[in-house]
């Protein structure tokens, strides 16, 4: 799985949005960009993936760069309950022969009032 | 709710102790993943199972063991306990064993071995 490099932390004020940066220069073409978060000692939770374009659902939007090196999450409108690590993961979409998720260290996103 | 139960939530055992962590993938997932977190180690693989047979593994110590039943549910056996296995152990499903789907989350079975 490619590596990815994350902010160890970021701030956000409640009400902003949230832009949370991820680098994966080595990302291959059979690889997506998965996000998760894991709120205090609760179990991770997904929150988006996608291939190459972008994505939205009701939770963030996930913007790639056209060359696939980085993307960003984006939480339009921060709140408390968004306090959380989150985890950018690279994983392989076909062709491989194991689907785990490999976490790093994540950036604890810290929503302040 | 991802829709994936654990139990038991909280276990406290005494080293050299066996345990039984329990997992309960979500309606029609075929596929479950085990991870620890510990303060150290941060979240780590530590196998798959898909549909009653092992898939894949990782840095899954031989005194640690899995297995999937028939109805899909999953134990994580753990023996020998020592110190250094207290951790979060969750249990992830998802619906196929090679996709790209995503993977859903239990609680978590909290450890303690003193």
Redesign the interface.
């Known amino acids: 799985d490619a590596k990815t490099t994350q902010p160890t932390s970021m701030d956000c004020a409640e009400g902003r949005a949230a832009n949370l940066p991820c680098n994966h220069s080595t990302i291959s073409g059979n690889e997506?960009v998965?996000w998760y978060r894991?709120i205090h000692?609760?179990?991770?939770?997904?929150i988006i993936?996608g291939l190459k374009n972008n994505e939205t659902n009701e939770m963030a939007s996930l913007i790639i760069t056209e060359d696939r090196k980085s993307s960003t999450l984006i939480l339009p409108h921060a709140t408390l309950r968004d306090t959380a690590v989150y985890?950018c993961i690279v994983?392989v979409?076909?062709g491989?022969?194991?689907?785990?998720?490999?976490?790093?260290?994540g950036t604890l996103l810290t929503v302040n009032p | 709710d991802s829709g994936v139960t654990q139990t038991p939530k909280h276990l406290i055992t005494a080293t050299g102790q066996r345990v039984t962590l329990r997992c309960s993938p979500r309606s029609g997932d075929l596929s479950v993943y085990w991870y620890q977190q510990s303060l150290d180690q941060g979240l780590q693989f530590l196998i798959q199972y898909y549909n009653g047979e092992e898939r894949a593994k990782g840095n899954i110590l031989e005194r640690f063991s899995a297995q999937q039943f028939p109805d899909l549910h999953s134990e994580l056996n753990l023996s020998s306990l020592e110190l250094g296995d207290s951790a979060l152990y969750f249990c992830a499903s998802s619906p196929w064993d090679r996709s790209a789907y995503e993977q859903y989350f239990g609680p978590g079975t909290r450890l303690t071995v003193t």
């Open positions: 997506y998965y894991q000692s609760q179990g991770p939770q997904y993936h985890y994983r979409a076909w491989g022969s194991n689907y785990k998720l490999t976490f790093g260290k």
